[in-house]
Each structure stands twice: as C-alpha cells, then as structure tokens.
C-alpha cells in the first residue's frame, strides 16, 4: 500500500517546472518559515514566564522528537528513500534514512506545541508541517508511512514534554 499511495502522489512531479519549483520549496525550504513564525509566536506572548514556559515545550518536544527518538528509529532501522528503492532522480536529494521522516516530525513537534498554546496557530503549523510531509513524498524523498511516522514520533514527544514540564506552567 505504500508503495501505491507513494507512485499516486510522486505522478505529481516532473509535469510541471514551476510545480516541481513550489513542491521543491514546501519540501525543502518551508521549514525554515515555520521555525522563524514559532519564534515569533514564542516572543510575542506577554506573560514573561508564560514566554519561557512555551520555549521550554517547544524546545522540549522537538529535541525529544528529532534528536532523540528519530535519530534512535534510524539507528536501528536504516530504511532506504523511494529513489534510491525504485531507482529514479528526486527533486530533491536526502540520504539519511528514510523512516521516521525527519521534517516532518520536527515540523509536527512544532505544530502540536504550538497549538497547546493557541489552536488558531496550530491549525494553521499543523495543516503547513502536512503540506511538507505531502512534498516531500510527492518530490520522491519519502514514503507516506515515513509521513505517519514522523507525525506519531512529535505527537509522541509532545505529550512526553508536556507531561514532564506541565508543573512549571504559569496560572493564566
């Protein structure tokens, strides 16, 4: 089923330059906006101490997310990417292994932080850390289940941060 869904969602490149140019930048450079607008989220609460309480989930979660619990995935499973299994050229080039995908579930650590302070904000993360993951399988550089699981790793370290940091948080 991976395998179908994938050949679904990479039909998508190659038709179109400025298709593949828009999917090459949600795969790839999205990322890098997401981060600077969970910064600016973070800096324009009021409450200080509300301010460093959401730094620390946010900082928390991904650490635990994509440094800890994705890089302990690929340790032991050393997944190859679609291109490198189904022998193509991607649009983008990534050669650590495929599963958990790491974007997707340092963006989702975002997300599912980010919406435990404002849902209105994390709709908007979670619905833009998709839009990422759908890239980066329609550029050729993961397979949908790589997606899942990156989502289920953040969702994972997300509610491990929150447990442990959920005495600290500041009354309202």
Known sequence: MDVSVFEILHAVSG???????????FADYLIWFLVLGTLF??????????????FLV?????????GIFTE?????????????????????????PA?????????????????????FWGFWFLGLSFLVGLS????????????LGGIVVALFAFFIAEKLLKRYRPES
């Not at 302990?72 to 650590?96: K, M, T, V």
């Not at 399988?137 to 289940?145: N, R, Y």
């Open 58 to 66: 946010i900082a928390l979660t991904a650490i635990l997310s994509r």
């Open 72 to 96: 302990a995935i690929r340790f032991f499973y050393d997944r190859e990417r679609p291109f490198e299994s189904l022998g193509f050229e991607p649009l983008i080039l990534d050669f650590n």
């Open 136 to 147: 980066r399988v329609i550029a050729g550089v993961h397979w949908p289940s790589d997606v």
């Open 41 to 54: 989220l973070v800096f324009s609460l009021k409450n200080p101490k509300e301010k460093i309480f959401a």
């Open 15 to 25: 038709r179109s330059s400025l298709l593949d140019g828009l999917i090459v930048f």
């Open 99 to 119: 599963f958990p995908s790491g974007h997707t579930t340092f963006l989702f650590a975002l997300a599912f932080a980010v919406f435990y302070f404002s849902r």
